[in-house]
């Protein structure tokens, strides 16, 4: 899906694509270091006849896949990478100084089972295979506030459809929010795309995970006196909605 596309379209769940202007250093680190961690042939610019990518070349071999949708400026990325070295990760994240900043932390972290995607998450799903994906993450998504615009969230039908046909049975899927609507259109809505719930107790839903890494977004909710929630799904065998 290109930038035209999706904006013609007015399904984005993320809002801008460019903040603050870019430090030289960073404009430095995307011109010097994305494109070795970027995936190649997702793009439409470099597979516009949308073919179906093979997941083992992301990494020359057969390891598990996680996901991280958006993932801001990459603090539980990097973290989830550095403890999991033996998983594939990769990140997509549509705002390029949240690219930036990730590629920053890279300079001080290097990964080698890091791969990035600096745009739409859709357009990665378009060429990926059936049941490919081991886990994915959601993290403070783009909440959307105002009830016109509650069809822009990820947690819909067009997009958590998508995400269901990547994910292998049994995949977990994670999503953290400190939005309480966002909350209640995620138990509405993650279900029938074909996912078991794993967190039905409410009072379960403050409790972090084990191996949770608290992000900058979290950070400021929590200075804002917003709560944390953290929602658990795993892919069923089930076919979802139309």
Known sequence: MSQDQASATGRNFYGRIKGKTLRPTQKANLQQDLDALRLH????????????????????????????????????????????????????????????????????????????????????????????IDRAFLLYPDPWP?????????????????LARVLKPRAIFRVATDIPDYVRQTLEEVPPAGFDCLSPDPEDLSTPWEDWFSTRYEQKALREGR?????????????ARA
């Open 227 to 239: 709560r944390p929630h953290y929602l658990t799904f795993q892919r069923n065998t089930q076919l």
């Open 41 to 132: 042939g997702v793009s439409e610019a470099e597979n516009p006849d949308r073919h179906r990518v093979d997941p083992a070349d992301f990494f020359d071999d057969n390891r598990p896949l996680w996901l991280e949708i958006g993932f801001g400026g990459g603090e539980h990325l990097v973290y989830q990478c550095t403890r999991n070295p033996d998983i594939g990760f990769i990140g997509c994240e549509p705002f390029i100084n949240g690219v930036a900043m990730l590629l920053g932390k890279l300079r001080q972290t290097p990964l080698s089972n890091l791969r990035i995607h600096p745009w739409d998450v859709r357009e990665l799903f378009d060429v990926l295979p059936d049941a490919c």
């Open 146 to 162: 105002k009830t016109r615009h509650h069809r822009r969230r990820f947690v819909t039908p067009d997009h958590l459809n998508l």
